[in-house]
């Protein structure tokens, strides 16, 4: 059975690190590319980050190029999205999917997200 989990979310502060974890079961990441969304309060959920299973290519959103960086670790069987300079602006839910590799026109989209994770919370305060 597919599952990922999320972990990693927390409370920082303005110019402050995260590292968030994404770990994968019931496939390896050679099987499915995983992106990272985040919904923030009354707002829509976007895609933030994206890992291809095919290639390993990673995508970004606009907003947080040169801050986010996302990676995988094949023996973990864990991929990670290390977030620096956390502005408030950064604060939502954060959640990874998984699901196939897909070509999309979408920036940062690389997947169809088929699995969710329940989410982890990231505060920024100022």
């Known amino acids: 059975q597919v599952h990922v989990v999320e972990s990693g979310g927390g409370l920082v502060q303005r110019g402050g690190s995260l590292r968030l974890s994404c770990a994968a079961s019931?496939?390896?990441?050679?099987?499915?590319?995983i992106g990272w969304f985040r919904q923030a309060p009354g707002k829509e959920r976007e895609v933030v980050s994206c890992?291809?299973?095919?290639?390993?290519?990673?995508s970004y959103t606009n907003s947080v190029k040169g801050r986010f960086t996302i990676s995988r670790d094949n023996a973990k069987n864990t991929v990670y999205l290390q977030m620096d300079n956390l502005t408030p602006e950064d604060t939502a839910v954060y959640y990874c999917?998984?699901?196939?590799?897909?070509?999309?026109?979408?920036?940062?989209?690389?997947?169809?997200?088929?699995?969710w994770g329940q989410g982890t919370q990231v505060t920024v305060s100022s």
């Open positions: 019931g496939f390896t990441l050679d099987m499915y590319s």
């Open positions: 999917a998984a699901g196939p590799d897909v070509f999309t026109t979408v920036q940062a989209l690389c997947l169809l997200p088929n699995y």
């Open positions: 890992i291809s299973s095919h290639d390993g290519r990673e």
